[in-house]
């Protein structure tokens, strides 16, 4: 068992960016048990979309459990969390052509992902990144995150992420 003193971690980020890979981690080294926001987003993984107010209150359940980490970035989800959260993990790497690089390979091992879907994917980080006149009229993420920044930790790069988990018990 760690002696990792956050318990309610959330892991932010965009598509691509290592948000599950850093909670599979994380969990593994804390025995704290993770969740992906896309597990209440979805009623059928990656398909079909869940009802919006159900997905908010299955989700507040875990919010409300002792010990969680959450991963996603559906702004509906995490709204809950953000309050909750003992620690906020946001992955935010500057180089759009790695999340590509990441994104593309991701989908080659994912048997529902089509060629279109990818390429709405990296169409949708592509205009978040650059702010095109993209969104939902939801406020951006680092918006929602100014109220929580004495427990934000930026992490930039993969290597940032591995040297950081190195150092957790």
Do not use: C
Not at 154 to 169: G, H, T, V
């Amino acid at each position: 068992m760690s002696n990792y003193k956050y318990k309610k971690i959330l892991v932010l980020g965009d598509a691509g960016r290592g948000k599950s890979t850093f909670a599979e981690k994380l969990s593994n080294k804390t025995s704290i048990p993770h969740y992906s926001t896309d597990d209440f987003f979805y009623r059928v993984k990656f398909t079909e979309v869940n009802d919006r107010e159900k997905s908010v209150e299955e989700i507040a359940h875990v919010y409300e459990q002792d010990e969680w980490i959450m991963e996603g970035t559906t702004r509906r989800l995490i709204l809950a969390g953000l309050e909750k959260a003992d620690i906020i993990y946001l992955l935010n790497f500057k180089n759009i052509i790695y999340q590509y690089y990441f994104l593309i390979k991701r989908s080659l091992t994912r048997k529902y992902e089509s060629l279109n879907g990818l390429l709405q994917l990296l169409k949708h980080v592509t205009y978040k990144k650059y702010k095109k006149g993209y969104g939902n009229h939801t406020p951006p993420l680092h918006e929602l995150l100014k109220p929580h920044e004495q427990k934000l930790i930026k992490l930039s790069s993969m290597k940032e992420i591995n040297r950081y988990l190195d150092f957790i018990n």
